[in-house]
């Protein structure tokens, strides 16, 4: 697009030049990823005793059961921190003399 308006004469160059460089590290990003994907699948078939560099595709479905978290006493743990204890409310007004 950037492209096309520069070819129309109403884009930088500049920016047709940054575009450019954007597209080029997306396409590098994507193979960077790529060979890491690779080299994860042929660590996890190492962990699971398989010399050979084969693909590894998992398949079905895995469920497990939700992990219970307590809920924290947030009173308590404000009272413990001298930073958050709550402190009395004071009036705007001078007070009488």
Not at 58 to 64: K, L, Q, Y
Request: glycine share 6%; proline share 8%.
């Amino acid at each position: 697009m950037v492209n096309l308006r520069y070819q129309s004469g109403r884009e930088s160059k500049g920016n047709t030049m940054n575009t450019q460089a954007q597209a080029l590290q997306s396409e590098l990003a994507l193979d960077q990823t790529t060979r890491d994907l690779h080299v994860a699948q042929q660590q996890l078939g190492q962990a699971m005793g398989k010399d050979l560099f084969e693909t590894l595709v998992v398949t079905g479905t895995w469920s497990t059961s939700e992990v219970p978290r307590p809920r924290p006493d947030f009173e308590a743990l404000l009272a413990s921190e001298p930073k958050f204890r709550p402190s009395k409310p004071r009036s705007m007004r001078p007070a009488p003399s």
